[in-house]
C-alpha cells in the first residue's frame, strides 16, 4: 500500500527558505517518479514540480526559478528547496505518485 508523508512545512518570512520533504513506502521507490503540488488559500491546486523515474526533472509555473526538487533513494524521499519564498507561496503543499496523496504540509510566508 502506497503511503506518503510530507514533512519540513513552517512559518517564515519573505525571503527565507524551506526544504519539503516527502516519505515514500509501499512501493519501488525508483518505478515512479513524484510530483508535489501546492493550494493556496481559496485556490485550486497547482503542480510545482515533478521527478521522474529517470531521475529527469520538470517544473511548473509556481517554481518560478525558486523551487528545486530532488531525491535521495536510500531514504525513498523526494524533497522541494524552496528559496526566496514570496507571502504568495503560502498554502499546503502536497506529494503525489500514482495517484496517490499525502496529507499535505502547511507553508505560511509572512511578510
Known amino acids: 500500500q502506497v503511503h506518503l508523508v510530507e514533512s519540513g512545512g513552517g512559518l517564515v518570512h519573505t525571503g527565507e527558505s524551506l526544504k519539503l520533504s516527502c516519505l515514500a513506502s509501499?512501493?519501488?521507490?525508483?518505478?515512479?517518479?513524484m510530483s508535489w503540488y501546492r493550494q493556496r488559500p481559496g485556490k485550486g491546486r497547482e503542480w510545482a514540480a515533478t521527478?521522474?523515474?529517470?531521475?529527469?526533472?520538470y517544473y511548473g509555473v509556481p517554481a518560478k526559478g525558486r523551487f528545486t526538487i530532488s531525491r535521495d533513494t536510500a531514504k525513498n524521499t523526494v524533497y522541494l528547496q524552496m528559496n526566496n519564498l514570496e507571502t504568495d507561496d503560502t498554502g499546503v503543499y502536497f506529494c503525489t505518485t500514482n495517484n496517490i496523496w499525502g496529507q499535505g504540509t502547511q507553508v505560511t510566508v509572512s511578510s
Open positions: 521527478i521522474g523515474p529517470d531521475g529527469n526533472v
Open positions: 509501499g512501493y519501488t521507490f525508483t518505478d515512479f517518479g
